[in-house]
């Protein structure tokens, strides 16, 4: 087959595979050339003609149906891929593609998958139905902490914050993306006894209390056994690193997951290292779609105003795609996705923020079905921890209750220092 045999522009997608890619070709390449040449390499051709060759390969070419600019539509046949498996899937699609000659650049946008497709994946165990089922709350949002320093505390530190955090109304203490089992704060010394003090919090409170502990792990045999004594010492959520462990890690978590009945929080420590160069790589709105295909119930997305880099049209249209039943085409940004059995999940919001900015925040995300961690936010209070976590359970309560910061300020200490100090400052 030629390169050519791959491009068809007359070709209408019915139930099929699609995906949308930017193409920068190389120099001498045509755009016809560089995107023939990855509709070739990501289904099932090669770069000479063969003499031998099943009939069937006619059946599995994908196909480029659509070039506007340096965006191409490219149709895959489902039977390309193996049921169920993302690994598979992100072998051809997003595999030796990425070190073509022929393509200068190339990115990844969207793909849009099929129900055909989709019926092999399970979803996620809870997705929004956690804020009732396992934090037994009418509405969100659900607030977490990562203490700060990331990484230091001894596994003692570690529960006696999440317990000076839980009792000061937060939900949940979250392991940060680098803590799994150091020498000073060991995996199953900081499960332990943070269950204790997530005991002691639920008696004192009458509130349900959890945390997000990191499973990450450097085998899948130790990543299960992690997650079995979270689950025997009666937490309903983990925490594991997706992008590092990898989508077969990611996929077995998930199957776990539904096993234990838990849910898991998905930590996309590493994904800037191919999301964030506009012109190549795989975009976050589109990871972000395989996690919900995946299982993950919660997933960082970004926050618009953090620290962290996300411009605001991708992050809201990720919002909409993660949280959504079905979402439109943005054009060269994302494609049409129906979801039908897969359940929406909760995107999570973090990285910079403090109670002067969760107004903003909240105007963006809304309220509802969210999660929100606050990390620097809470532990620089000049009046320490708990006053920190006072001072963002308060600025939640006068957004919902429609006043503003600087009113409610007038009735609490916590929240009119914290103004003092960051204002309404976006941290960089």
Request: with cysteine; net charge positive; aromatic share 10%.
């Amino acid at each position: 087959m030629k390169y050519e045999d791959f491009i068809d522009l007359k070709h209408k997608p019915k139930d099929e595979i699609v995906a949308l890619f930017r193409i920068e070709p190389a120099k001498g390449f045509s755009m016809k050339d560089a995107s023939s040449r990855v509709a070739s390499e990501s289904s099932c051709g090669t770069w000479s003609n063969l003499i031998h060759a099943p009939k069937r390969i006619e059946k599995l070419k994908a196909k480029v149906f659509e070039i506007n600019g340096n965006f191409v539509k490219i149709s895959y046949p489902i039977e390309l891929f193996e049921e169920g498996s993302l690994p598979n899937l992100l072998s051809g699609i997003a595999g030796n593609i990425f070190g073509m000659k022929a393509v200068k650049n190339l990115r990844l946008m969207d793909v849009e998958f099929p129900k055909e497709y989709l019926k092999y994946f399970r979803g996620a165990t809870f997705g929004f139905k956690a804020i009732k089922e396992i934090f037994k709350k009418k509405e969100g949002p659900i607030v977490a902490s990562v203490p700060k320093p990331k990484v230091g505390y001894t596994s003692e530190e570690h529960a006696k914050i999440g317990y000076l955090l839980w009792r000061n109304g937060l939900d949940c203490i979250k392991d940060d993306e680098n803590l799994s089992s150091q020498k000073f704060n060991r995996f199953e010394k900081r499960v332990r006894l943070l269950a204790k003090y997530r005991e002691k919090a639920e008696r004192e409170t009458g509130e349900v209390k959890d945390a997000f502990i990191n499973v990450t792990a450097p085998t899948l045999k130790e990543m299960e056994r992690r997650i079995k004594l979270i689950h025997d010492y009666g937490f309903r959520y983990f925490m594991l690193d997706v992008v590092v462990s990898g989508f077969t890690a990611v996929q077995t978590a998930t199957e776990i997951a539904h096993d234990f009945k838990m849910a898991i929080h998905g930590h996309r420590a590493m994904h800037a290292a191919f999301t964030r160069n506009e012109k190549h790589g795989i975009s976050f709105l589109f990871l972000a779609k395989l996690m919900r295909i995946a299982g993950i119930d919660n997933l960082h997305i970004g926050t618009v105003i953090g620290k962290l880099e996300g411009k605001k049209e991708e992050v809201l249209a990720t919002k909409e795609l993660v949280t959504q039943e079905e979402v439109d085409e943005i054009k060269n940004l994302r494609l049409h996705q129906k979801w039908y059995h897969i359940k929406p999940i909760l995107p999570v919001a973090s990285g910079g923020l403090h109670p002067g900015i969760l107004p903003e925040l909240f105007d963006i995300y809304g309220t509802t079905n969210i999660i929100i961690q606050v990390g620097g936010g809470i532990y620089g209070h000049p009046l320490g921890i708990e006053a920190g976590a006072r001072a963002v359970m308060q600025a939640i309560e006068a957004y919902k209750n429609g006043i503003s910061l600087e009113e409610h300020a007038k009735k609490y200490k916590e929240l009119k220092v914290a103004l003092k100090v960051w204002g309404r400052r976006k941290p960089k």
